[in-house]
Structures are given as structure tokens and as C-alpha cells.
Nanobody, 126 residues
Framework: QLQLVESGGGLVQPGGSLRLSCTVS????????IGWFRQAPGKEREGVSC????????NYADSVKGRFTISRDNAKATVFLQMNNLKPEDTAVYYC???????????????????WGQGTQVTVSS
């Protein structure tokens, strides 16, 4: 059974940075595409970024393009989300999700993923 654990969330001032980690156990990460999603209070969960199993293909929501960078280290079974120039509207619980996928497959659709972590809170406030 694949398990995902997010870490790295916290409180940061506007303009600041955080790096989220998604550590995977139970299965090798090599076969899984990973997506990052977030859910703000009172809002639907939305896709933020995603990366293919080999790291060769990525995608970002328009709201985070140019500020967030997704990467992965399969040897360390970890996927990262570097978040720079954070804004108050980035405040949310951030989740990582995994799906067994072919090379270069990616998706920002929540329904495409079978495995989910418990989430980590990111709060951007002065």
C-alpha cells in the first residue's frame, strides 16, 4: 500500500518562501506521477502542480506559474514543491497525490489520483 506524507508547511509572510515535501513509502516512487493540490477554507480542492514519474513533464496552475517549482528525487522517494513569492491567497491545506502512470503522464485533475496524503497547512499572512 502506497503511503504519502507531506511536510514543510507553516506560517510565512507575503513574499516569503516555503518548500513542501511529499515522502512516499510502501512502493517505489518510480512508477508514480505526483500531483500537488490545495484546499482553502470554503473552497474546492484545486490542482497546483504535477510531475511525471520520470520528472520529464510538469504542469502548473496559472495562479502559481513562475512562483512554484515542482521536482522529484526518486532515490529519496520524495517530491518537492518550492513555493516562492507567496501570497495570502496561497493559504490552504496542501496535499500530494500519486497515481501509477506511464512515462510523461501528468494531470491536475483530482479524480485522476488514487493515493493521497493527509495534507500540510500553509498560511501566508503578515
Amino acid at each position: 500500500q502506497l503511503q504519502l506524507v507531506e511536510s514543510g508547511g507553516g506560517l510565512v509572510q507575503p513574499g516569503g518562501s516555503l518548500r513542501l515535501s511529499c515522502t512516499v513509502s510502501g512502493r517505489t516512487l518510480d512508477y508514480y506521477a505526483i500531483g500537488w493540490f490545495r484546499q482553502a477554507p470554503g473552497k474546492e480542492r484545486e490542482g497546483v502542480s504535477c510531475i511525471s514519474n520520470n520528472g520529464g513533464n510538469t504542469n502548473y496552475a496559472d495562479s502559481v506559474k513562475g512562483r512554484f517549482t515542482i521536482s522529484r528525487d526518486n532515490a529519496k522517494a520524495t517530491v518537492f514543491l518550492q513555493m516562492n513569492n507567496l501570497k495570502p491567497e496561497d493559504t490552504a491545506v496542501y496535499y500530494c497525490a500519486a497515481e501509477v502512470a506511464g512515462t510523461n503522464w501528468i494531470s491536475l485533475l483530482e479524480a485522476e489520483y488514487d493515493y493521497w496524503g493527509q495534507g500540510t497547512q500553509v498560511t501566508v499572512s503578515s
